[in-house]
């Protein structure tokens, strides 16, 4: 599953850059560049698009949904602490909306 899922987003990606991005290959890019390239598309992706398929199966899929959901919250609330990022007002109130909707979907289901 994994494979077939890189590999979609890898063809696809690759055929909306020939069509959107300027032609091109840079490969005089720094070592630094490269590197950055190969652990983010192996660990970052391809090992988290594995582990995600692995052991999803071991839990519901309201709870499957609310760790999914609580992405962007996390997402931002580490660019803040680690890179100090800062988040607009936009922002915050859509992390709150996450939140609440990942409330009230619990709390349905409990009633």
């Known amino acids: 599953m994994v494979m077939v899922q890189l590999t979609t987003v890898f063809v696809l990606s690759f055929l909306m850059a020939l069509f959107f991005e300027r032609p091109g290959i840079h490969l005089y ?3 630094g560049v490269w590197w950055s390239i190969i652990l983010t598309g192996i660990f970052a992706t391809a090992l988290a698009f594995y582990m995600q398929n692995k052991f ?3 839990s ?4 499957t949904a609310i760790i999914f959901s609580g992405e962007p919250i996390f997402s931002a609330m580490f660019a803040y602490l680690l890179l100090g990022e800062k988040v607009g007002l936009i922002a915050w109130i859509g992390g709150l909306l996450i939140i609440f909707g990942m ?4 709390r349905e289901k409990k009633i």
């Open 29 to 31: 890019y720094p070592s």
């Open 56 to 58: 999803q199966r071991y």
């Open 103 to 106: 409330i009230i979907s619990q």
């Open 60 to 63: 519901t899929a309201t709870k």
